[in-house]
């Protein structure tokens, strides 16, 4: 294998959405770098980051039907019943409802927690505070899909936070998505909200730490009658 190669393999791709981010940084590093030269080094760590923060890296999703995944890289933060969004329309019964947090360390990239169809994209504007509160369900900034496949539908909600100012999405309503398939991003710390199917026992913990696209939040086909693991240790 050549050096190339090597480096190529080595190296996280970044989210096409992070180019123009990355531009800036770099462009603001040269010039503060020209007039001051501790400036740059600040800029080029500064710049560093975000090319950090907008890594795409490649994930293993579970090949096995009926398995939901995580939409986030982050932490359990919430495991219990809620309310879903009024714009999900997914009725107003509360669902067994997993939010996993997202800090400015981990990827943004979002995944699709099941495969299916697209049947509803709602963006609602609204505040930005902390993700992790649970009124950020209902104040802040959100973008909620509904997936379907077969009689299950899942909803899955990106929240914005604190530093989160935009919500990204990919895809749109009719459109097919696979498990683990990228389907947006949220830029600079938040929250994502898996809304799950009546009498499905999610299989997470609050405080457990997850990877998009590949840790196991619910199995649609296994045995529901355990209660859920509501903390770490």
């Not at 999610?202 to 619910?218: L, N």
């Amino acid at each position: 294998m050549s050096l190339a190669d090597t480096i190529s393999k080595t190296l996280v791709p970044i989210h096409r959405e992070g180019w123009p981010f990355i531009a800036i940084a770099g462009a603001a590093t040269l010039i503060l770098g020209w007039f001051f030269d501790p400036l740059f080094w600040i800029g080029l760590f500064l710049t560093g980051w975000v090319c950090y923060f907008f890594r795409d890296p490649a994930r293993v999703t579970p090949v096995v039907e009926g398995l939901v995944i995580s939409p986030a890289d982050g932490t359990v933060s919430q495991v219990g019943m809620a309310r879903p969004p009024v714009e999900l329309a997914l009725g107003d019964e509360p669902m067994m409802r997993v939010c996993v947090f997202m800090n400015v360390f981990n990827c943004h990239v979002n995944r699709a927690p099941i495969g299916g169809r697209v049947v509803r994209v709602a963006y609602k504007a609204g505040k930005f505070l902390n993700a992790d509160l649970d009124k950020a369900s209902e104040d802040n900034e959100r973008n909620g899909l509904v997936i379907e496949n077969g009689d299950v539908k899942i909803g899955v909600v990106q929240i914005a936070g604190l530093v989160a100012r935009r919500i990204v999405c990919f895809v749109r309503e009719g459109e097919n998505v696979g498990m683990g398939e990228r389907f947006g991003l949220i830029r600079f710390g938040s929250r994502l909200d898996v809304y799950l199917p009546e009498g499905i026992v999610p299989r997470v913990a609050v405080g457990q730490t997850m990877i998009a696209g590949e840790s196991i939040i619910a199995d649609l086909r296994g045995d529901q009658t355990a209660a859920p693991v509501t903390r770490v240790g």
